[in-house]
């Protein structure tokens, strides 16, 4: 058992000695992991290292893997970030609009859409600031007391990556005149957003076992939403290339589709040009997380 980095892009402008002003962006998944990290003086990107976590088959090999990843790494354990931020693939998410939230009664929101473990599981939220929403989502205990125990004199801001997707897309849609679909690529899932007038319209992901169900689930969602497959813009951001099979595919079904950008809040040097601009999306957005809690 064992991870691997598949991309590492490092800015000379990175400075361990000024890490005390560095925001460090870390996106956990069941079997991937991302950290970036981010001048705020500068909204600089200085940092990005994706790894993968193949052949997990349970949380406590997660935990045991991101132990010895965290232990290898030589800046993961630094605990003088100025801040740092953490954010959480899974399914186990609900958006609650914030004239409705009441803190006390996060399981009960979740128990909506998904099983729930208040024995195994800790219930936190986070704050959709664009949306005028807040995000509900579980964490293992035991995950949230590791990472705790990592940074115990620096407490992490926990966030969700739907809520961080919604976040980006946010502020993308309130740019444009348009209302296209936006669609998000992950490993294993699907994201899909819609909005309309700048506010949120349309939140989903869904789970993807073979290629097949991308084109199913977007066919559907763009059904349901009355947007046609022919004329509707498609914005695609992910793990897909613009020139390998599976772009091809969608192409075939959906013939308005443009690939989005990064976030044009931050900045990036040269060194990014070998990252495609449409990767990434949900890891860079982590900095647009507000640290107050709901």
Same mark, same amino acid.
């Given at each position: 058992?064992?991870?691997?980095?598949?991309?590492?892009?490092r800015?000379?402008r990175f400075?361990e000695?000024?890490?005390?002003?560095?925001?460090? #962006?870390?996106?956990?998944g /069941?079997?991937?992991?991302?950290?970036?990290? #981010?001048?705020?003086?500068?909204?600089?990107?200085?940092?990005?290292?994706?790894?993968?976590?193949?052949?997990? /088959?349970?949380?406590?090999?997660?935990?045991?893997?991101?132990?010895?990843?965290?232990?290898?790494?030589?800046?993961?354990?630094?605990?003088?970030?100025?801040?740092?931020?953490?954010? *959480?693939?899974? $399914?186990?998410?609900?958006?609650?609009?914030?004239?409705?939230?009441?803190?006390?009664?996060?399981?009960?929101?979740?128990?909506?859409?998904?099983?729930?473990?208040?024995?195994?599981?800790?219930?936190l939220?986070?704050?959709?600031?664009?949306?005028?929403?807040?995000?509900?989502?579980?964490?293992?205990k035991? #995950?949230?007391?590791?990472?705790?125990?990592?940074?115990?004199?620096?407490?992490?801001?926990? /966030? $969700?990556?739907? !809520?961080?997707?919604?976040?980006?897309?946010?502020?993308?849609?309130?740019?444009?005149e348009?209302?296209?679909?936006?669609?998000?690529?992950?490993?294993?899932?699907? $994201?899909?957003?819609?909005?309309?007038?700048?506010?949120?319209?349309?939140?989903?992901?869904?789970?993807?076992?073979?290629?097949s169900?991308?084109?199913?689930? %977007?066919?559907?969602?763009?059904?349901?939403?009355?947007?046609?497959?022919?004329?509707?813009?498609?914005?695609?951001?992910?793990?897909?290339?613009?020139?390998?099979?599976?772009y !091809?595919? *969608?192409?075939?079904? %959906?013939?308005?589709?443009? *690939?989005?950008?990064?976030?044009?809040?931050?900045?990036?040097?040269?060194?990014f040009?070998?990252?495609?601009? $449409?990767?990434?999306?949900?890891?860079?957005? %982590?900095? #647009?997380?507000?640290?107050?809690h709901?």
């Amino acid at each position: 058992m064992n991870y691997k980095q598949i991309k590492k892009i490092r800015d000379d402008r990175f400075d361990e000695d000024f890490i005390h002003q560095y925001h460090l #962006l870390v996106n956990i998944g /069941t079997r991937d992991f991302q950290l970036a990290v #981010l001048d705020p003086q500068e909204n600089l990107v200085l940092l990005m290292e994706d790894f993968v976590l193949p052949n997990i /088959t349970s949380h406590e090999e997660l935990l045991q893997l991101l132990d010895q990843l965290f232990d290898s790494h030589n800046l993961l354990k630094a605990g003088f970030w100025n801040k740092i931020k953490i954010s *959480f693939k899974n $399914h186990k998410f609900v958006q609650v609009p914030r004239v409705l939230f009441a803190p006390e009664a996060l399981p009960e929101y979740l128990k909506f859409n998904a099983n729930i473990d208040v024995r195994k599981e800790d219930f936190l939220a986070t704050e959709n600031a664009m949306a005028d929403a807040v995000t509900v989502f579980a964490i293992h205990k035991d #995950l949230k007391q590791w990472i705790e125990g990592v940074y115990p004199n620096n407490p992490p801001y926990f /966030t $969700h990556q739907s !809520a961080v997707l919604i976040e980006g897309v946010l502020q993308i849609a309130r740019t444009r005149e348009d209302s296209p679909l936006y669609i998000y690529v992950d490993r294993f899932k699907l $994201h899909i957003i819609a909005c309309k007038d700048g506010k949120l319209l349309y939140y989903n992901q869904f789970g993807i076992k073979q290629f097949s169900d991308y084109i199913k689930y %977007i066919m559907l969602v763009m059904k349901s939403l009355n947007m046609d497959q022919k004329t509707s813009e498609v914005v695609l951001w992910g793990y897909i290339g613009k020139s390998s099979p599976h772009y !091809a595919e *969608f192409y075939k079904y %959906i013939k308005n589709v443009t *690939f989005g950008g990064r976030p044009s809040f931050l900045r990036f040097g040269f060194p990014f040009d070998e990252a495609q601009e $449409h990767h990434f999306f949900d890891l860079y957005n %982590i900095a #647009l997380m507000n640290e107050s809690h709901p």
